[in-house]
């Protein structure tokens, strides 16, 4: 089945404590990204990658980074977290930009 | 301004109505995306769209790219379509995704 895996769904922590959420699609997309969903601010794009060692800021990259050392996995990184990171988090893949997207699940971070 | 606007933001229907949720985008672009999330749920991508017209089931989305509009239509809606639809565009110089702010639908029995 044709998916895209976040790991973890629910994700508690404390402020300063590094913390990396995976992204993992088994359909070959090149493209693949990262948001976050706030109440009133909607859904906003925080960094994609086109291809494998390839990856460019979106609108909000403040206080994230990734890799994309293989095409499957896009993992995002908090390396200290404060609490105005604390929203929804998307991933998402797709053979290119104007191609339909995957969405993975979700993963719902609070930082205390 | 926002570079994507939706509207209605807000839209109550009862069973069996037309529905018609609109996007409106100020930027050039490549493609323009319907998604959609259920309350607590998932982003399910409905369409993809650079030109025309798309139909999938019950749903029927359309582009003006001359307009730079785009439309969402629901026929014979249903209480299962009760969600938020938000409209994306790929931004035209740029590989970003650029959100609507979401419209939330309530399909009444």
């Known amino acids: 089945e044709a998916q895209v895996t976040q790991n973890p769904r629910y994700l508690i922590t404390v402020t300063g404590k590094k913390l990396t959420v995976t992204c993992s699609q088994n359909m070959n997309h090149e493209y693949m990204s990262w948001y976050r969903q706030d109440p009133g601010l909607g859904l906003r794009q925080i960094y994609y990658s086109m291809n494998v060692e390839v990856t460019d800021k979106g609108d909000v990259p403040e206080g994230y980074k990734v890799s994309r050392k293989e095409k499957r996995n896009f993992p995002l990184i908090l390396e200290s977290p404060s609490p105005n990171q604390t929203s929804l988090y998307f991933c998402a893949s797709g053979w290119d930009v104007n191609t339909e997207a995957f969405f993975g699940q979700g993963t719902r971070l609070t930082v205390v | 301004k926002n570079e994507v606007e939706q509207s209605p933001q807000n839209l109550t229907a009862q069973e069996g109505e037309f529905i018609t949720i609109n996007c409106s985008y100020s930027?050039?672009?490549?493609?323009l995306h319907w998604l959609q999330q259920h309350p607590g749920g998932g982003i399910v991508s409905l369409f993809m769209?650079?030109?025309g017209k798309k139909k999938h089931g019950r749903l029927i989305a359309t582009i003006n790219i001359q307009e730079k509009h785009s439309s969402l239509h629901i026929t014979a809606s249903h209480p299962r379509d009760s969600a938020v639809y938000i409209c994306a565009v790929y931004g035209g110089a740029t590989n970003k995704l650029i959100f609507g702010t979401g419209t939330l639908l309530a399909v009444q029995p």
């Open positions: 769209l650079s030109s």
């Open positions: 930027v050039g672009i490549s493609a």
